[in-house]
């Protein structure tokens, strides 16, 4: 009976023993028990490769001597240039990477599995080189996109992720619009040495691939290079290589052309008509001011596309302000001519070193000597020396005379009671003799009985009344005369300085133009 037992349960364990092997030996496509499949061998594969490096742990380079260095290649693809923000100094592209290293535990051999030599492995599951931008100026935590590595038999790894790159970029706006930006990107191991990572170039190609790259609508690549640095910081003593790659974008002067220079230049227009506009004119001041607000407009909408924090303004900005300085200057020089023109008698002077720099050296210097007032020559009577002895004798004659002894008194001509006042020339009688003779008469007709002192004496009165009209009329004249020539000499000063004006802002257009836009290609 017992042998019988025994029997029975050696019968048993075979056929367990039997089913066991069954299991590990399942041919691909057949189904062995209730609830299992056969895998595929490129499953098994991937089964085992996870498997091991579950065993092992991701973490730690995959070396079987630590004092090896992992050897890895990378190459970074230009997809497209999204965005430079200038204000902000940030760099945005789309890039591809490839990133190629040798990895010992994901090496088999093909045969024991169906010929399989290479296969794809989710990246979170195996070893991955800690590669980072450094100038990034990205808030993200990971730059990388989710792949699939590609495994070779002989354990080499391909990963090739798409990321969006931030990088830190300084910005040269000085010829902004016409301006071309240089910009790096480097790339390295964070935590690994150079003995124990060593970075090089991908297919030994020092150069950003620009196969898949999609024009920009923005800018142009003019080149893009790559080298490799070994640095020493200051933390450690094992050098860190990198792989800095650099991209130079020249900008589209297209749009810019439209909202910026073109403006400009109408802009400039006007300006040269508002200093040939009369100093006087109102015309001038609100021509000015209104110019001086389109400048600054426009520099406000320049403001908004360049950074705050640059060490240099761009060229198109100090002609913006170029322009804003010379308007305010003919605009305030307007004003205080249109002040002194109307002002009336209170008109100061011009001081005679304004004069001497601004009627007679500058005037000279952008030929605008004839519209410098010119005093009066002196007339001839005032020249002459015979005719000034005349004169005087004809003043002593009229004038001086004694009062109760007449010089001369000559019979009436039209009656008892009229007389003359002989002259030295009886042909030349002027308006002062004519208007004394009437008034005369007119004395004489309303007094016909009064004697000659009395004649004589109400003559003295009436011309002493003319020499007093007469004086204020003078006085008069050549107080006007000398307010316009004041006005005339600060009209002067106006037209000079603002002809002078006028070539400083032809110059500095010619020269900000020659500067400002390319010269070459």
Same mark, same amino acid.
């Given at each position: 009976?017992?042998?019988?037992?025994?029997?029975?349960?050696? %019968?048993?364990? =075979?056929?367990?023993?039997?089913?066991?092997?069954?299991?590990?030996?399942?041919?691909?496509?057949?189904?062995?028990?209730?609830?299992?499949?056969?895998?595929?061998?490129?499953?098994?594969?991937? $089964?085992?490769?996870?498997?091991?490096?579950?065993?092992?742990?991701?973490? @730690?380079?995959?070396?079987?001597?630590?004092?090896?260095?992992?050897?890895?290649?990378?190459?970074? @693809?230009?997809?497209?240039?999204?965005?430079?923000?200038?204000?902000?100094?940030?760099?945005?592209?789309?890039?591809?990477?490839?990133?190629?290293?040798?990895?010992?535990?994901?090496?088999?051999?093909?045969?024991?599995? @169906? @010929?399989?030599?290479? %296969?794809?492995?989710?990246? $979170?599951?195996?070893?991955?080189?800690?590669?980072?931008?450094?100038?990034?100026?990205?808030?993200?935590?990971?730059? *990388?996109?989710?792949?699939?590595?590609?495994?070779?038999?002989?354990?080499?790894?391909?990963?090739?992720?798409?990321?969006?790159? $931030?990088?830190?970029?300084?910005?040269?706006?000085?010829?902004?619009?016409?301006?071309?930006?240089?910009?790096?990107?480097?790339?390295?191991?964070?935590?690994?040495?150079?003995?124990?990572?060593?970075?090089?170039?991908?297919?030994?190609?020092?150069?950003?691939?620009?196969?898949?790259?999609?024009?920009?609508?923005?800018?142009?690549?003019?080149?893009?290079?790559?080298?490799?640095?070994? +640095?020493?910081?200051? =933390?450690?003593?094992? &050098?860190?290589?990198?792989?800095?790659?650099? %991209?130079?974008?020249?900008?589209?002067?297209?749009?810019?052309?439209?909202?910026?220079?073109?403006?400009?230049?109408?802009?400039?227009?006007?300006?040269?008509?508002?200093?040939?506009?009369?100093?006087?004119?109102? #015309?001038?001041?609100?021509?000015?001011?209104?110019?001086?607000?389109?400048? *600054?407009?426009?520099?406000?909408?320049?403001?908004?596309?360049?950074? &705050?924090? #640059?060490? /240099?303004?761009?060229?198109?900005?100090?002609?913006? =302000?170029?322009?804003?300085?010379?308007?305010?200057?003919?605009?305030?020089?307007?004003? +205080?001519?249109?002040?002194?023109?109307?002002?009336?008698?209170?008109?100061?002077? %011009?001081?005679?070193?304004?004069?001497?720099?601004?009627?007679?050296?500058? #005037?000279?210097?952008?030929?605008?000597?004839?519209?410098?007032?010119?005093?009066?020559?002196?007339?001839?009577?005032?020249?002459? &020396?015979?005719?000034?002895?005349?004169?005087?004798?004809?003043?002593?004659?009229?004038?001086?005379?004694?009062?109760?002894?007449?010089?001369?008194?000559?019979?009436?001509?039209?009656?008892? =009671?009229?007389?003359?006042?002989?002259?030295?020339? /009886?042909?030349?009688?002027?308006?002062?003799?004519?208007?004394?003779?009437?008034?005369?008469?007119?004395?004489?007709?309303?007094?016909?009985?009064?004697?000659?002192?009395?004649?004589?004496?109400?003559?003295?009165?009436?011309?002493?009344?003319?020499?007093?009209?007469?004086?204020?009329?003078?006085?008069?004249?050549?107080?006007?005369?000398?307010?316009? $020539?004041?006005?005339?000499?600060?009209?002067?000063? #106006?037209?000079?300085?603002?002809?002078?004006?006028?070539?400083?802002?032809?110059?500095?257009?010619?020269?900000?133009?020659?500067?400002?836009?390319?010269?070459?290609?």
């Amino acid at each position: 009976m017992c042998s019988t037992y025994t029997g029975v349960l050696l %019968v048993l364990l =075979c056929l367990l023993h039997l089913c066991n092997t069954n299991k590990h030996l399942a041919i691909p496509g057949s189904r062995v028990g209730k609830g299992n499949l056969a895998l595929s061998h490129e499953k098994r594969l991937i $089964k085992d490769l996870i498997d091991t490096y579950k065993e092992a742990g991701v973490t @730690g380079r995959p070396v079987k001597n630590s004092s090896e260095p992992i050897s890895l290649k990378y190459g970074l @693809g230009l997809v497209q240039i999204l965005r430079l923000d200038e204000k902000n100094q940030v760099l945005t592209i789309r890039a591809w990477n490839r990133l190629i290293w040798t990895d010992y535990l994901l090496s088999w051999n093909s045969s024991d599995y @169906g @010929g399989v030599s290479e %296969v794809r492995v989710p990246a $979170k599951d195996i070893w991955r080189p800690d590669l980072v931008l450094y100038n990034y100026a990205d808030d993200r935590l990971s730059e *990388f996109r989710d792949a699939l590595c590609v495994v070779s038999e002989n354990g080499e790894v391909l990963w090739i992720p798409t990321s969006i790159f $931030k990088s830190a970029c300084s910005i040269d706006i000085t010829n902004f619009p016409f301006d071309s930006q240089i910009c790096h990107l480097k790339f390295g191991s964070w935590s690994y040495d150079g003995l124990k990572l060593d970075i090089d170039f991908y297919q030994d190609s020092p150069h950003i691939s620009l196969t898949d790259y999609v024009p920009s609508n923005e800018w142009d690549v003019l080149a893009h290079p790559g080298r490799k640095n070994v +640095i020493f910081y200051p =933390c450690c003593t094992q &050098p860190f290589p990198d792989l800095t790659f650099t %991209v130079v974008i020249k900008r589209q002067v297209a749009f810019y052309s439209y909202i910026l220079i073109l403006p400009c230049v109408l802009l400039s227009l006007l300006t040269m008509v508002l200093f040939w506009l009369p100093p006087e004119s109102p #015309a001038k001041m609100q021509m000015g001011m209104n110019i001086f607000v389109a400048f *600054f407009l426009l520099l406000l909408l320049l403001t908004d596309n360049t950074p &705050p924090a #640059a060490a /240099a303004i761009p060229l198109i900005g100090a002609y913006y =302000c170029l322009n804003m300085i010379m308007i305010t200057l003919s605009t305030f020089l307007a004003v +205080i001519v249109i002040h002194l023109y109307f002002r009336g008698p209170r008109t100061n002077k %011009v001081p005679y070193w304004i004069k001497r720099i601004v009627l007679v050296g500058l #005037a000279r210097v952008v030929f605008m000597t004839n519209y410098v007032p010119k005093d009066k020559p002196p007339s001839q009577f005032e020249t002459d &020396p015979r005719i000034r002895k005349e004169l005087k004798k004809i003043k002593a004659h009229e004038m001086k005379y004694n009062k109760y002894q007449p010089r001369e008194l000559s019979s009436l001509t039209d009656s008892p =009671c009229t007389y003359r006042v002989n002259q030295p020339n /009886a042909n030349n009688h002027n308006n002062h003799t004519h208007t004394s003779k009437n008034s005369i008469k007119e004395n004489v007709d309303q007094s016909p009985d009064l004697s000659p002192i009395h004649l004589y004496q109400s003559l003295e009165s009436d011309v002493k009344e003319i020499r007093r009209f007469i004086k204020t009329l003078i006085y008069k004249q050549r107080a006007q005369e000398s307010l316009e $020539k004041v006005r005339g000499e600060w009209r002067a000063v #106006a037209l000079v300085l603002d002809r002078t004006f006028f070539c400083l802002y032809t110059i500095s257009i010619v020269v900000s133009l020659a500067t400002m836009f390319p010269r070459g290609t």
